[in-house]
C-alpha cells in the first residue's frame, strides 16, 4: 500500500507538475535571447503564474515522493520504475487533453509497460 | 542544428549526472533508512534529517547539473534529437547502482531495464507533439 501511493505519487505528482509548468511557461512566452535581464524578466513573468507555483509544488512532492522510494528501494529499481511517466503522459494527453497519440508512440508506451513489469518481477 | 562534439559532450554530461544524481539520492537515502510516513512529527524529523546528508545534497547538485545541461543543450540542438539520446539514462543509473552502491541486479531486471530504454527511445523519437511538424525550423 506505502509502496503504491510512493510511486503513484512519484508518476502522478511528477507529470502533473510537468504539465503545469509547460502551461506557464506558455503563458510566459518564449524567451527572446539568453541575455541576462531577459533570463530575469522571464523568471519574473513565471513567478507571477499561478500554474507555475501549482507545477513547482506537485513536482517537490514528487522529489520527497522518490526519496521516500529511495529509502526502501535500490535506485536500479526505483528510477526504471519511473519510467512509467511515459504511460502516465500518453494516457493523460488523450483523455485529459485529447491529443492524437500516434501509432509508434503506443508501441514505445507499451515497450516502457513491458519493461517496467519485468524489472517489477525482477524485484529480487 | 549543429550535431558536433558539443552536442554529445552536452548530452554525455546530462547523461551521467542525471543517473549520478539518482544514484547519490539512493545512496543518501539507504544510510537515513526506511522513512515513517506517520505520525506527522516522524516525518518532519525524519524529513530534516534528509537535508544534513552530504549525498543528497551532491545528488541535488548533480540533478541540477543535468538540469542546466539539458536546457543549454536544447537552445541549439533539436528536442527530438536531445530526448531519445536522453533514453540511456535508464541504463545507466542501472549500471551505477550496480557498480558504484555494489546493489544486485537480476537479469530480469537487466531485461526490463533494456526494454524501457527502447521503449522510451520509441516514444521520444516519435516526438512530443503532433503539431511539431510546423514549429520545426524555429529551434
Known sequence: ?124 | MRVGLKTFLMILVMVIAGPLGNVLLGKGMKRIGAIPMWPASALLHEGIRIFTSVSIWLGIASLITFFVSYMLVLSWADYSFVQPASSLAYGVVALLGYAVLGERVSPLRWLGVAIICLGVFVVTRTGPRTTQREMKGQS
Not at chain 1, 531577459?38 to 515522493?65: D, H, N, T
Not at chain 1, 500518453?90 to 492524437?100: P, V
Open chain 1, 1 to 124: 500500500m506505502r509502496d503504491l501511493i510512493l510511486f503513484t505519487t512519484i508518476v502522478a505528482a511528477g507529470t502533473g507538475g510537468e504539465l503545469c509548468v509547460s502551461r506557464a511557461m506558455k503563458n510566459v512566452g518564449e524567451a527572446l535571447s539568453f541575455h541576462p535581464a531577459e533570463i530575469f524578466r522571464v523568471i519574473l513573468r513565471a513567478l507571477k503564474q499561478p500554474w507555475m507555483w501549482a507545477g513547482v509544488s506537485m513536482m517537490a512532492l514528487a522529489f520527497f515522493a522518490l526519496l521516500g522510494a529511495l529509502s526502501v528501494y535500490n535506485v536500479s529499481f526505483v528510477v526504471p520504475i519511473t519510467a512509467l511517466s511515459y504511460v502516465a503522459g500518453a494516457l493523460g494527453g488523450l483523455l485529459f487533453l485529447h491529443e492524437r497519440v500516434s501509432f509508434w508512440r503506443w508501441i514505445g508506451v507499451l515497450l516502457v509497460a513491458i519493461g517496467v513489469t519485468f524489472v517489477f518481477l525482477g524485484k529480487s
